[in-house]
């Protein structure tokens, strides 16, 4: 029931960090398809976003996830390109955000785009932990698909497990000299002060259960009370991407942060000459786990709440702009949202 006061929204977690250190591949782990795939190049040039169901969270995180301990309905991810031509992306990414995981490749440790990425997160003052990625290619390392962190470090030689001690310490040296006080996440007792560190692997899915317990927890502990605002009002989202959909005409991506959309909304969004005030036709709700930019059976819903990434279908979309905001009008004064939409551009 979107109608429901009580419902909490669902976090939006971006995921942000230099190109190649396995964003998406962190993402398709936990989607458990394979994105990255269909990329040019492999290479993330939008911004993405992926629904993950709470229940979805507690099967890959085992026994470090009681879904019981939680009332949060799941994460919603966000990824985004790590190539140094999209600033823009990454900025739009981060200021989405809840909570971040910023992905950094354990051997080739801070990179340009690393930097950038904190930057961002200093300056929303979004909480974040660090995700050390490509464990598996540690020499010597001795894979244990999907396990926690700590059981495949006891699997380690005392040589592979001390390699990766070293270049974990100097992702933790290298956080520091940015002025962030770090240690690796199980040793952190306050995760707003302290920024967590989370060895893993996107290719063997080690550490994986770690990194998404430590996301939850997160979530709950300090997002709760934001997370309790009144998911029934107005929607308010940003285009990620305006699209040519089969049978729908134009549609606009979309990630809605706030509140509810129906199908019979009118909605304000941001366009290329001036604000577009449409009707929506029709909502189009990726599945669970599905990454919106490569879905492509949608389903039709008469409304979605927030956090949600969702295909929308209007007339006159034709001049919406990726980046633009997108309001729901409902029983408000319509001048009022258009100067809200064009206050924001
Ligand atoms: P951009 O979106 O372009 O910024 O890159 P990305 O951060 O999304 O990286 P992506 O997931 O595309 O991965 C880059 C390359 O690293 C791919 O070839 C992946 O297969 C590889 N890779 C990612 N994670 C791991 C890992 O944990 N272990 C190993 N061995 N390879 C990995
Ligand atoms: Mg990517």
Avoid at 259 to 275: L, Q
Avoid at 306 to 327: C, F, N, T
């Amino acid at each position: 029931d979107t109608h429901d006061p009580t419902s909490l929204r669902t976090p939006i977690v971006a995921v942000l960090g230099h190109v190649d250190h396995g964003k998406t591949s962190l993402l398709d782990k936990i989607r458990g398809s394979a994105v990255i795939e269909g990329e040019a190049g492999a290479i993330t040039q939008h911004i993405g976003a992926t629904a993950v169901p709470l229940d979805v969270i507690s099967t890959i995180a085992g026994e470090l996830v009681d879904p019981d301990d939680f009332d949060l309905p799941g994460l919603l991810f966000i990824d985004t390109p790590g190539h140094h031509s999209f600033t823009t992306l990454r900025s739009r990414g981060g200021a989405l955000a809840d909570i971040a995981i910023l992905v950094v490749d354990v051997n080739d440790g801070f990179q340009p785009q690393t930097i950038e990425a904190l930057d961002i997160l200093k300056r929303s003052e979004t909480p974040f932990i660090v995700a050390a990625n490509k464990i598996d290619t540690v020499p010597g390392w001795n894979p244990n698909e999907d396990t926690p962190i700590n059981d495949t470090y006891d699997a380690q030689s005392d040589r592979a497990a001390s390699r990766l001690d070293e270049s974990l310490y100097e992702i933790i040296g290298e956080l520091s000299d940015e002025g962030f006080s770090a240690d690796l996440y199980w040793r952190v007792q306050n995760f707003q002060r302290n920024v967590g560190v989370v060895p893993v692997s996107a290719m063997t899915g080690e550490g994986v259960p770690d990194l998404l317990a430590v996301m939850m927890g997160l979530s709950q502990r300090y997002m709760k009370a934001e997370m309790e605002i009144d998911v029934a009002g107005p929607g308010v989202g940003t285009v990620l991407e305006v699209k040519e959909e089969k049978g729908f005409g134009t549609t606009i991506d979309t990630v809605l942060y706030d509140g509810t959309i129906r199908s019979d909304d009118t909605v304000v969004v941001g366009g290329t000459n001036e604000p577009i005030v449409t009707d929506v036709r029709a909502l189009l709700q990726p599945r669970p786990l599905a990454e919106i930019r490569t879905e492509s059976r949608f389903e039709k819903v008469e409304a979605v709440k927030a956090a949600s990434g969702i295909k929308i279908a209007a007339p006159e979309l034709e001049h919406a702009m990726a980046g633009a905001p997108v309001r729901v009008v409902r029983d408000r004064d319509i001048e009022d949202v258009i100067e809200e939409v064009q206050a924001e551009l």
